[in-house]
């Protein structure tokens, strides 16, 4: 069975969502060792753990904003969310090469 998880550790994030009825199991850390082949993971995740739950076979929907410097570092509210742009953006990553020095 395929699930839904929003990783977000901020209430005005979560409050976001409910707003829009997406309807997901709320998570505050992401172990990508769960997620599973048809699975869908929303959040703003680093690139590397993007492109691992993409590699798993699962679908990332980005929450993306257009944060200013004085939106950054901050808790952001529903609201604010709503004034900066939040939407959900599908993306494909992948890990192409990984460079040990």
């Known amino acids: 069975m395929t699930k839904t998880l929003f ?4 209430e005005g994030a979560r409050e976001w969502a409910a707003r829009r009825g997406i309807d997901a199991q709320m998570v505050r850390h992401l172990h990508t060792s769960e997620v599973e082949p048809g699975d869908t993971v929303i ?4 690139a590397h753990l993007a ?7 699962a679908r990332y929907c980005h929450l993306a904003m257009e944060l200013g ?3 950054r570092r901050r808790e952001l509210s529903a609201d604010d969310m709503e004034r900066l742009g939040a939407r959900l953006v599908d993306i494909r990553a992948e890990i192409v090469r990984e460079t040990k020095r």
């Open 7 to 10: 990783v977000s550790g901020h």
């Open 43 to 46: 959040g703003s995740l680093p």
């Open 51 to 57: 492109a691992e739950v993409c590699a798993r076979g």
């Open 69 to 71: 410097p004085e939106d």
